[in-house]
T-cell receptor
Framework: DGGITQSPKYLFRKEGQNVTLSCEQN?????MYWYRQDPGQGLRLIYY???????QKGDIAEGYSVSREKKESFPLTVTSAQKNPTAFYLC????????????FGEGSWLTVV | GEDVEQSLFLSVREGDSSVINCTYT??????LYWYKQEPGAGLQLLTY?????DMKQDQRLTVLLNKKDKHLSLRIADTQTGDSAIYFC?????????FGKGNQVVVIP
């Protein structure tokens, strides 16, 4: 079945460690996004990519890094520079062009211990 | 830039209609969306409306768009317990999606 797969679902990180969240889609979508969701907050855009080997910072990119080496994959690394990384992270993707449906993965919970 | 505002909480009795409101700021938005999020899950697209439309109906869902006031609403008819969730509106402009903070809907049996 086609869709977006995020892994792991739950992740615990020690302070000072980098962790990488995986996002894979087999929908042949061009654009991919990473959002962060905190309790009682909306979704805030971390990074997005419209095409392979290119990506742009969103509103809260500090402390995060991404890569887009393959069309189907857009991993997010939460670095030790991110001061408050505990959150729910959502990946999304869509085909380029106006009106194309945006699909979300099931999310990854990251907790710093 | 994009900025989307939503009220936070709504309780509704099963069988009643519920209305969720949203305001947005980016007048260049081409599409506006409503998403549903159940606890611990990703976002599920409910419906969307193109910016040149005033209304869209999809089964129990009715979306109204007032472009002049940049106001978007979602009406859920015959609200059911399975409709309990957080609802997000979102606008798409400049290839970016901007989301509101969400509106939690609690359906009382």
């Amino acid at each position: 079945d086609g869709g977006i797969t995020q892994s792991p679902k739950y992740l615990f990180r020690k302070e000072g460690q980098n962790v990488t969240l995986s996002c894979e889609q087999n929908l042949n979508h061009d654009a991919m996004y990473w959002y962060r969701q905190d309790p009682g907050q909306g979704l805030r855009l971390i990074y997005y990519s419209q095409i392979v080997n290119d990506f742009q910072k969103g509103d809260i990119a500090e402390g995060y890094s991404v890569s887009r080496e393959k069309k189907e994959s857009f991993p997010l690394t939460v670095t030790s520079a991110q001061k408050n990384p505990t959150a729910f992270y959502l990946c999304a993707s869509h085909l380029q062009g106006a009106g194309n449906t945006i699909y979300f993965g099931e999310g990854s919970w990251l907790t710093v211990v | 830039g994009e900025d989307v505002e939503q009220s936070l909480f709504l309780s509704v009795r099963e069988g009643d209609s519920s209305v969720i409101n949203c305001t947005y700021t980016d007048s260049s938005s081409t599409y506006l969306y409503w998403y549903k999020q159940e606890p611990g899950a990703g976002l599920q697209l409910l419906t969307y409306i193109f910016s040149n439309m005033d209304m869209k109906q999809d089964q129990r869902l009715t979306v109204l768009l007032n472009k002049k006031d940049k106001h978007l609403s979602l009406r859920i008819a015959d609200t059911q317990t399975g409709d309990s969730a957080i609802y997000f509106c979102a606008e798409k402009g400049n290839n970016r999606l901007a989301f509101g903070k969400g509106n939690q809907v609690v359906v009382i049996p």
